[in-house]
């Protein structure tokens, strides 16, 4: 193989999701994920990864996108973050993810920075407390991503 072509990561281009969350696991993938964020703005944020999808309601994940985010601007607010951390821990397949708190500055509008903890294996279901979608991570960092508003 081409030595220069082995050095180019993989993208993949979530202009268009569907019309709910997803979640980027932060991992030494090889496979860029890239989203369109921060509304009019634009802005084109990426993160190495795996892409999971998030197992919340149809009415959480709208009440996410329609979090008052700072108008074209980079960063979200604490009482943003509560919020978010409040419905995803009101949902039993995103209780694992809370918003971190040292990203508040680097997120946006539809990228927004979460810590995640995720059991070693699908075992810990045993006991029927379901933790979503994903499994093996541990503690790990990643970012929920949803169509730009723009």
Not at 14 to 39: A, C, F, K, R, T
Not at 86 to 92: D, K, T, Y
Not at 125 to 143: E, K, N, T, W
Request: glycine share 10%.
């Amino acid at each position: 193989m081409n030595e220069k072509w082995s050095m180019i990561m993989k993208r993949v281009l979530l202009w268009d999701i569907p019309d709910e969350i997803m979640l980027v696991v932060e991992h030494p993938s090889g496979v860029v994920y890239q989203n369109q964020v921060g509304g009019v703005v634009c802005w084109q944020a990426e993160m190495e990864g795996v892409l999971s999808p998030l197992d919340v309601s149809a009415g959480a994940a709208q009440r996410i996108q329609d979090c008052p985010y700072l108008s074209g601007r980079e960063g979200i607010t604490a009482e943003v973050a509560d919020a978010i951390d409040a419905l995803l821990a009101s949902e039993p397949g995103a209780r694992f993810l809370k918003v971190d708190r040292a990203r508040l500055g680097q997120s946006w509008e539809a990228w927004v920075y979460v810590l995640i903890d995720s059991p070693e294996s699908s075992a810990t279901d045993a006991a029927g407390v379901y933790h979503g979608p994903i499994y093996g991570f541990g503690g790990a960092r990643g970012v929920l991503t949803w169509p730009n508003s723009d």
